[in-house]
């Protein structure tokens, strides 16, 4: 039986909150302004996501008036059907993955219906400036990279960011299907682009990071991707890739990653060329 646990709201900044929510210890943000507050991500059930707003409107003080979704994905997204009432902010694509297969795989493994999901009503290409109850916040899409949806969260007074899952602090960046390679080193340009050295960076999962932080996740992003792009270069076999050069990350991470990166290399029509023996007479 899977445990929806939620941990206490904590203060990070004046008027902004974190609480943590299992099953995947997901980072939940709050930005309280003087006459309502925001919520960042929504936990991983509809009846996670109702406890969320509960908790958060008695630690805020005034009533939540929005929400703001980081990416589709299940432990950021399913809590949003308690919100259904409420403007509710995401990027263009995320109304996309309530039909995708791994939503209705995680739904089913939750115990959740996929039927009682809900998308974000107001939607951002690019940029989008939020109220949060007399407080401006914004949120910002840098291009593909964790996921084709992703945005993150800037409170300016506060000078605090979430980033959803673009980094993480608690392990690897989480590299899966739905990752674009290539823009994710792009999309932390942007991220680190925006930020001070004081600027608190809230990763979708895990402690808060700095910016030096973001930089080093970015360089072994890039590491990953030109390496691939190397070994394919040199003829490397994907079955012999992790046994060729020494990784940017671990063997799990390198396990989901190397394929991906060797299917998408391909689409491009570029695969590892092997050297015909020479054969002398
Ligand atoms: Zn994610």
Redesign the pocket.
Known sequence: MTQFNLGPWVPLADGVYTTVAEPDAVTIGLVVGPTGAVMIDTGSSPAQGAQLRTTAEAVAGVPVTAVVVT?G?YD?LFGLAAFADLPRYGHENLADWLTRPETATAAERLGVDVADLIAADRTLALAKVIDAGGRRIEALHFGGA??DADIVVYVPDADVVFA??LVESAGDP?IEPASDLRGWPLALDGLIGMSRAETVVVP?HGPVMDRIQVLEQRSRLSALYSQVEFAIGQGVALADAYASVEWPFGEETMAAALPLLYDSFAASGITPKRQLPIVSS
Request: proline share 0%; charged share 10%; net charge negative.
């Open positions: 990416h994905h950021h964790h996921t959803g899952d989480s979708g």
